[in-house]
């Protein structure tokens, strides 16, 4: 039985527009009979839109899309289609001496359905970029995390957990085993597989250290096993994993092979194993495929991912190919988000009057490394330009990106909603936002933060001197004008961009 609902009416705006834009390409480049398409085919173009409009309702086509999958809307586009060409090119076919012709019916559908299912493609592509959905993991109240005593294994204990770990992993990893933990002691426990029925069934605080020699590239549910051995942790429990990094796979491509080969095996290698899972229309049928195994990982990753889950990195070695982690439980896990990582991210910084608001830009950070913020500061210095020096969150095509400033052309979306402004200073995060000076916070408030910074002008290079330069504009602006001032530093920045090379740091 048919529901009726309320359309949309952006969505029925953009049919129509949809629809006149492949009538008009149709009717002026390709090749027809008649020399007044428009006059011959005006009464049955409205009557297929009309009908279209009609159709596309009954298979609610025009519901709110954030309450519809993108499956479910790509098979009602489908059959929207499917029966508008079956309806009249039926029609068409039975009439001996129509004047009407199938291909050019065709050819629209098919153009109306390959433009309507990339619009919704587009769409649903952002949606998950920014949009996660709640994982089914609850864990239980967390009580007294006093851990069960532990005592030394028996002779022949010890002897088997030597053979297993030497089997699976090598010597060296035993090693690594004996000095990082108490490998020879009953509240350590070891596995070389994953279930998470078995997991289920470990007491809670059993054990205080885990370790999991599995590597992580084959594990589905990384994150989910994170959180429960997290749970089952007392407070500061170890925890032990491996995996394969992205760098050490391309080097072993690249030296397996000649340059232009290893290129062509790495981007095939690289799409496969690292865009497919990460992708929401492959997603499922990589992990049916695969079974979740040898996925592409970057370290900041799964640094990103154990903090996420409530872990803080102790140390970590690389043995042969493989890096170790050695890292400690302190706090709960986060509630497990179906994290998926669009082209497209949304950032929250300080605006005029400390209002937080979105920021726009093109992904040029690994997945997760919006969780290693703290960690990066701690162990990474400024550099010039008040950037991390080695930041091991940005990709490859991210450092090219912020060197040209590409990954910052959708602020033009704040630029036209009002957020910002062509000048200003930048806008920052909390964390960077409490680096400054109180005064010069609060002159940053009055103001729209900007597209092209102060720094730009003056290129300063340490943070107390960009400071010092976004202090100068502040205050310019102040006395002078903001108008006046903007169109001055806008020049100095062209300027300098053009003949002194500018570039982001």
């Known amino acids: 039985m048919l529901k009726v609902y309320k359309p949309r009416l952006w969505l029925i705006l953009t049919d129509l527009i949809l629809i006149s834009a492949n009538i008009l390409i149709v009717f002026n480049f390709f090749p027809l009979t008649t020399r007044n398409p428009i006059s011959k085919y005006f009464f049955p173009v409205n009557l297929t839109i009309l009908v279209w409009l009609l159709v596309s309702y009954l298979f609610g086509r025009y519901r709110s899309l954030k309450t519809i999958s993108f499956i479910k809307s790509a098979f009602s586009l489908f059959f929207t289609s499917l029966f508008i060409l079956v309806f009249f090119g039926g029609f068409i076919l039975i009439q001996p001496a129509s004047p009407y012709s199938q291909n050019v019916l065709l050819t629209i559908v098919l153009g109306v359905f390959v433009s309507l299912y990339f619009f919704l493609l587009v769409y649903y592509l952002y949606k998950y970029a920014v949009q996660y959905d709640t994982l089914n993991f609850n864990p239980d109240k967390r009580l007294s995390a006093i851990p069960h ?5 028996s002779d022949d204990a010890v002897v088997e957990r030597k053979m297993r770990i030497t089997e699976f992993s090598g010597e060296k990893v035993l090693a690594f085993l004996k000095r990082n933990t108490r490998l020879y002691e009953s509240g350590t426990c070891v596995f070389t597989e994953f279930s998470s029925k078995e997991l289920e069934n470990v007491d809670h605080y059993q ?3 885990f370790i999991q020699l599995k590597r992580l590239n084959h594990i589905r549910g990384i994150n989910q096993m994170l959180a429960m051995v997290n749970e089952k942790l007392p407070d500061d429990g170890i925890f032990v994993c491996c995996y394969k990094s992205q760098s050490t796979i391309k080097q072993t491509i690249y030296q397996k092979h000649s340059k232009l080969i290893a290129n062509s095996i790495y981007i095939v290698y690289f799409l496969y194993h690292r865009v497919m899972p990460k992708f929401f229309l492959t997603k499922r049928l990589y992990y049916d495929i695969t079974d979740g195994k040898k996925r592409v990982l970057s370290k900041t990753e799964v640094l990103g991912r154990l903090n996420y889950c409530g872990f803080i990195l102790e140390r970590q070695f ?6 170790y982690v050695v890292a400690r439980r302190v706090k709960n896990s986060e509630p497990l988000l179906d994290r998926n990582y669009g082209a497209l991210i949304k950032l929250k910084r300080k605006g005029k009057d400390g209002k937080m608001f979105s920021v726009f830009k093109f992904r040029t950070m690994h997945p997760y490394a919006e969780f290693l913020q703290q960690y990066i500061y701690e162990n990474n210095d400024l550099q010039e330009g008040g950037k991390f020096k080695r930041d091991i969150r940005i990709t490859t095509l991210g450092r090219f990106m912020r060197k040209y400033w590409l990954d910052e052309l959708p602020m033009l979306i704040n630029l036209v909603k009002g957020e910002m402004k062509l000048v200003g200073v930048r806008p920052l995060s909390t ?5 400054y000076s109180n005064e010069l916070q609060e002159k940053r408030t009055k103001f729209k933060p900007g597209l092209l910074p102060p720094f730009y002008a003056d290129i300063p290079k340490t943070l107390s001197e960009i400071q010092t330069s976004e202090m100068k504009y ?5 006395n002078k004008g903001i108008v006046r001032t903007d169109i001055k530093y806008f020049f100095l920045i062209v300027k300098n961009i053009l003949i002194k090379k500018a570039r982001s740091a």
């Not at 964390?431 to 680096?435: I, P």
């Not at 502040?474 to 102040?478: D, F, Q």
């Open 431 to 435: 964390q960077y936002f409490n680096l």
């Open 318 to 323: 690389k043995i042969n190919d493989m890096n």
């Open 207 to 209: 054990f205080s250290t």
């Open 149 to 153: 005593p532990s005592h030394s294994l």
């Open 474 to 478: 502040l205050t310019e602006c102040e």
